[in-house]
C-alpha cells in the first residue's frame, strides 16, 4: 500500500498524529479539517454556538487532567519549561509545534466539512473509498481514497437530557460545550448538573463570580486530586504493576484509598458505587473546598422542572435559578458516514477500538473513540500506527467471527465493571494491547537481561509514552534517554534548585534509603516469581 492515499478527517490530537505516522509509513495523507485553525477540542473559540448538542469546546481557566509527560507523544515532548499540568494555551502551542516540527500543516486542507464518506463502486474488489467534501466558498467535490481515517472523536456532540418540564423552563438552559468563562454568571445563581471533570471546573471557576452556584449529582462523585503523595495521580496509577495485582485485592485497597481521601458523607458527594466500579470519578483539586466554604452548594439528582422551578428527586427544589449548565458529556458523531459503519454512538462495534470488523476491506479506521482514564493522544498515536499495518496487510486480522467475539467480550467487561455501555479503557492496559500487536513492547525478560535498570522501571515507573519507541518499527535511539527523563522533566517547569540546601541534601537521603528499599522489594517480588515458574 506504499504511496496510496489516506483520507483524514479531523486535524485535532488524532488527525496530527494520523498525518504523521502515515507519512512515516510512506503514504500520502490528505485532511480534511472543517475550522480555520488545527487542535480540534483545543481550539479556543470565543464565540459560543446556540446549539447545545454541538462539540466540545474549551473555556478559560482549563488545566489538564494528565501530566504533560504522560500526555505527550512517543516522539515529541513538550517544552521542559512548561509545568507538570499545563494550561489549555500550553496544550494547544504544543499541537501547533508538533505540527510544524513534522511539517504536517501542508497536509491540511483548512474550512473544508466532510460531507459524506462512501464505498466506491468497486469496494468488494479495491476496498476504496469515496470522499465528498465542501470548502466553505465552494461547490461539493468528490475524491477516490484508498483508506480512511476518521479522527473526529468522542466528543462531537453535546449529551442534553431532556426533564419533565425542561421546555417549559423560563430560565437559560446551556451544556458545557457552551461555557467559556465563569465572568459570564457574574451575580447570577446557577445550577451545574452532573459529576463529570467538566462539570466540577464549571462550578468552581463560576463560584468566584457568580452570586450562588449549586451542583446536583445523581450518584455522587468520587473527587480525586492532580497529586497523589509524591507524584501526579494519572502518573501513579498507569503503572504496569498494577495490572500484576488480582482485582480481589486491587478492589479493596483502592476503596481504603478513596475513603481516606475525603469525608465523602460530610461533602454530601457519596457514591452508592465501589470507585473501582464508578463512572463518576472527578479529576478536581478545589470542589471539595468550595463546598466547604459554601461557595458551592451540592444538591442530589435532578427530577424535574415547574416553571421557573427545578425539582430534585430528594423533594427539594430551588426557585432562583438563572441559568441550569449540563455538565453531562458528549456523545461520538458522524453525519458523514451514511451507512452505519461504526455502529451508534452507545454502541460502537470497532475489533481493538478501531477496526468496523464488518467491512470486506479493513481500509476505514476510528481513531480516538474511546473513553479513557488518561490522555487521548498517546492512545490515538497507538491507534494509528495499528491500524496503518493493518491497511499495508503487515498485521492480520483474526476471522469475522473472532472480531465481533472481541467487541462483544470488551463490551461485557466494561458492563460488568461500570454498568455502562461505552468503550472505556484503561490506558495502560490497553496501550501495550496495541504496542503488543505492532511489535512495539519491549519485553520485560529481555530487559531484566541486557538493562535492568530500564527492566526495573518498565514495571514500577509510569509507562510514559516513548516506551513505544523502544523497539519495533520507527524506534528511535534516544528513547531510553527520555523514558528516564521523564520524571525529571515533568517537574523541571516548577522545581526551585537556588535555596534551601539543606533540605535540598536531606531529601535526597531520603530518595536515597527509599530507591534501596524499593530495590529490595522488587528483588524479593522477583524471587517468588522464579519461585513459582520454576
Sequence with gaps: MNGKRVAIIGAGVSGLVAIKTCLE???????????????????????????????????????????????????????????????????????????????????????????????????RETGRWNVCTQHEDGQPQSEIFDAVMVCTGMYSSGIVPNYPGQNEFRRQILHGSQFRCGQNFKDKTILVVGASHSAGDIAILSSDHAKKVYISMRDGAWIVPRIMGRMPTDAYVNQRWRDLIPSWIFKPLIGIKMQSLLDWRALGIQSSKHPANSNSVMINDQLPMKIMSGQVVVRSGLQRFEGSRVIFDDGSYLDDVDCVVYGTGYNPATPFLKENILGNSNQLELYMHVIPPRLAHPTLAAIGYIRSRGAVGPTAELQVRYALKVFKKEVELPSHQDMMADVTR?????????????????????????????????????????????????????????????????????????????????????????????????????????????????????????????
Design 25 to 123: 509509513e510512506g503514504l500520502q495523507p490528505v485532511c480534511f479539517e472543517k475550522v480555520k485553525q488545527l487542535g480540534g477540542t483545543w481550539v479556543y473559540n470565543e464565540e459560543v454556538g446556540s446549539d447545545p448538542t454541538g462539540p466540545a469546546g474549551i473555556y478559560d481557566g482549563l488545566v489538564t487532567n494528565v501530566n504533560k509527560e504522560m500526555m505527550a507523544f512517543s516522539d515529541f515532548s513538550f517544552q521542559r519549561h512548561i509545568p507538570p499540568y499545563p494550561l489549555r494555551e500550553d496544550v494547544r502551542n504544543y499541537y501547533i509545534r508538533y505540527a510544524e516540527e513534522f511539517d504536517l500543516i501542508k497536509h491540511i486542507q483548512f474550512n473544508t466539512t466532510v460531507v459524506e464518506v462512501t464505498k466506491t463502486p468497486d469496494f
Design 410 to 534: 470488551r463490551k461485557d467487561a466494561v458492563v460488568k465493571q461500570y454498568g455502562v455501555n461505552q468503550p472505556k479503557i484503561l490506558p495502560t492496559t490497553y496501550n501495550d494491547e496495541l504496542a503488543r500487536a505492532i511489535g512495539a513492547l519491549p519485553s520485560f525478560w529481555s530487559l531484566l537481561l541486557s538493562d535492568p535498570k530500564l527492566a526495573y522501571h518498565f514495571y514500577f515507573s509510569p509507562a510514559f509514552p516513548p516506551w513505544n519507541r523502544m523497539v519495533g518499527p520507527h524506534s528511535r535511539p534516544d528513547a531510553r534517554q527520555r523514558i528516564l527523563q521523564c520524571r525529571e522533566d515533568l517537574l523541571h517547569g516548577i522545581a526551585l534548585k537556588t535555596v534551601r540546601p539543606g533540605a535540598l541534601k536531606r531529601l535526597e537521603d531520603v530518595d536515597r534509603n527509599r530507591t534501596v528499599l524499593i530495590m529490595l522489594l522488587v528483588l524479593c517480588f522477583l524471587g517468588f516469581l522464579l519461585a513459582v515458574v520454576f
